[in-house]
């Protein structure tokens, strides 16, 4: 089996790093009511109370890591080349769950399919082929499950930007939207 070091490749994902032992302390707003795919109702400005993501997002932080995706061997699943996931490697990975993988020295990302033995990880990309998890004659070990994506909404030009002690603030121009007073 595959081991974690240095020279492995990040081929579909790029290290971030482990997460800090110390929480933010900023917990933002969370609303009361769901938000509407449909047709909004007027009531949902209620706020109920905050939500700390680090807590909602990472129950377990010394098992925790972060990656950003590169290429699109996932796309169809809903993740997105750039996207940040949020993987924890103290969850046994089983069928139907998106994994990290160490394959032949290099990172991949995949879900893993199958009801029995032999597994496979498979990318949401057809014209990627399977990788067999028992494979006598490849190097592979499941590194952790993706637990969360973090995905960008907000076209690149219109990201929101913060400077440390100061408010957000987005680009100027005509693509930059005025909110409402």
Do not use: K
Not at 34 to 57: C, H, Q, R
Not at 156 to 161: G, N, S
Request: net charge negative.
């Amino acid at each position: 089996m595959g081991r974690l070091d240095n020279t492995a490749q990040r081929a579909d994902l790029r290290w971030l790093g482990a997460l800090s032992d110390e929480a933010s302390g900023e917990a933002l707003p969370l609303a009361l009511e769901s938000v509407a795919a449909g047709f909004p109702s007027p009531a949902d400005d209620y706020v109920e109370a905050s939500i700390d993501l680090n807590t909602a997002l990472v129950p377990r932080p010394t098992s925790t890591f972060l990656m950003r995706v590169e290429g699109d061997a996932m796309q169809a699943a809903g993740i997105q080349h750039g996207d940040l996931l949020v993987i924890d490697r103290s969850v046994a990975a089983r069928p139907g769950c998106t994994v990290v993988a160490i394959h032949e020295g290099r990172f991949v990302l995949r879900q893993l399919r199958g009801e029995r033995p032999p597994w496979h990880l498979v990318a949401s990309d057809p014209a990627i082929p399977a990788i067999r998890v028992d494979d006598p004659g490849g190097e592979l070990l499941i590194w952790g499950v993706v637990m969360h994506a973090v995905h960008h909404l907000l076209p690149r030009r219109q990201r929101v930007t913060r400077s440390p002690g100061s408010e957000a603030t987005a680009p100027a121009g005509p693509w930059a939207q005025t909110p409402p007073p």
